[in-house]
């Protein structure tokens, strides 16, 4: 007990009023499934392991065997002693993925992300002595909205995907004395929609501003070979390994001038201790696979398996979005709504976790629904089913 536990009471207290309390529980994965504390098997459609990889015998030897060579720890900071040589490989092959100059490995990809614009801001004002003005995607991730808030700017929010909103925005700061930076991302977490980035690139050039994309959600399942969908349009690319490439971390891609940056000025990259060689022998296990001819016929299967889904779901009217992607959302309004279909799903053995404020907007709340690589059609199918049945039960 602490003296201030009466405290941390009556605020947990005011968030249970609000419907706002968190919770977790034990779930083990077992294949592609999980398993509860009480053995029931659910199939996992809520991971964001995509290509099903965290479980996949290379990445594993590959982490033993950088676990033997390096340690299961990399012991201090990168600037200090952290900084294995299979680190500096690894950077090589993120930055030749997305076809940039250099990477910056980060321990998670909220990390890279509430470290990268503080880093731009700094870079703004010391370049140019003046704040930089940040327009972001309404949608962008609570990550770079931390960085925001850590670099004590407040961004300017252009409505979702609405290039005309951002060119109108960017016109009005055009003589702004220091950079126009654009926060994106290349597939949208909650709804599984995508940016234009070939047209953002084009705006962005337009209006000298720089272009900095989240690609957590594309890195691995999209583009040719999982490069993602950035493609030459951005100056500033993130990706992580924690969802398509089976393990945990992150990487920041740009040219050799911002990375060096990064690792100078960067203070999740500077002051936190590097991640376990054990993880990024994984990550680079994960790439060797997404080259394979196998992974891209899953990549293939995910999307053909995705598109099959919503047209079910479609189909019984119900509302997916603008969902184009592995990530399928069923929208279905109020918090109660979602948090009892979520249950009727569990209680059928799939797992589709529901999603709340402020993760979503309210009146938002929806399923997320997830498609991997080792999901099948008649799987598909009778998620599909069940999602509708226990759909009309409700009505
Ligand atoms: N960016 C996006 C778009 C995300 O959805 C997430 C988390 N799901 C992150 C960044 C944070 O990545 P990580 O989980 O590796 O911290």
């Known amino acids: 007990m602490t003296r201030f536990d009466s405290l941390f009471q009556q605020g947990l207290q005011k968030l249970a009023e609000q419907g706002r309390l968190r919770t977790q529980r034990s779930l083990d994965s077992s294949g592609d499934n999980f398993i509860r504390s009480d053995g029931t098997v659910l199939a996992d ?39 294995c040589s299979g680190a500096l490989r690894l950077e090589q092959r993120l930055a030749t993925l997305k076809g940039m100059e250099a990477a910056c490995i980060f321990s998670s990809g909220w990390q890279a992300n509430a470290t990268l614009v503080p880093a731009l801001v700094r870079l703004c004002v010391t370049a140019t002595g003046a704040q930089p003005v940040i327009l972001a995607d309404k949608l962008i991730h609570a990550s770079l909205y931390q960085g925001c808030a850590a670099a004590g700017i407040v ?11 951002l060119a109108t925005l960017l ?49 691995g399942i999209l583009g040719h070979n999982g490069k993602g969908l950035s493609d030459g349009h951005a100056d500033m690319v993130i990706g992580t390994f924690s969802k398509a490439l089976g393990t945990m971390g992150a990487f920041v891609c740009s040219s050799s001038a911002v990375c ?55 189909a019984a009217g119900l509302e997916t979005g603008p969902s184009s992607t592995q990530i399928v959302p069923v929208v279905v309004g109020r918090e109660q709504t979602a948090l009892r279909l979520a249950q009727l799903m569990e209680e ?37 089913h069940c999602l509708v049945t226990a759909w009309k039960s409700m009505q």
């Open 45 to 83: 459609f809520s991971s964001n392991d995509y290509l099903g990889l965290r479980r996949h015998p290379l990445l594993l030897q590959r982490a033993a065997e950088w676990g033997a060579r390096y340690g299961a720890g990399s012991g201090a900071s990168r600037l200090v002693s952290g900084t």
């Open 348 to 384: 059928a053995g799939f797992l589709t976790v529901a999603i709340r404020p402020p993760t979503v907007p309210p009146g938002a709340c929806r399923l997320r629904i997830v498609i991997h690589g080792n999901h099948t059609e008649p799987q598909i199918d009778a998620l599909a």
């Open 260 to 314: 060096q940056w990064l690792r100078t000025s960067g203070s999740g990259y500077i002051y936190s201790t590097a991640p376990s060689p054990m993880v990024l022998g994984a990550a680079d296990a994960a790439l060797d696979l997404l080259t394979e001819p196998e992974t891209e016929e899953v990549r293939c299967k995910v999307a053909a398996l995705s598109e099959r889904l919503r047209q079910h779901v479609a």
């Open 171 to 219: 016109e009005k700061h055009a003589d702004a004395a220091g950079m126009k930076i654009v926060l994106t991302e290349s597939v949208f977490s909650m709804d599984g929609d995508r940016a234009d980035l070939a047209a953002l690139g084009n705006v962005c050039r337009a209006h000298n501003a720089f272009l900095c994309v989240d690609e957590a959600h594309a890195t």
């Open 155 to 165: 961004p300017i929010r252009f409505r979702h995907n609405d290039l005309k909103h």
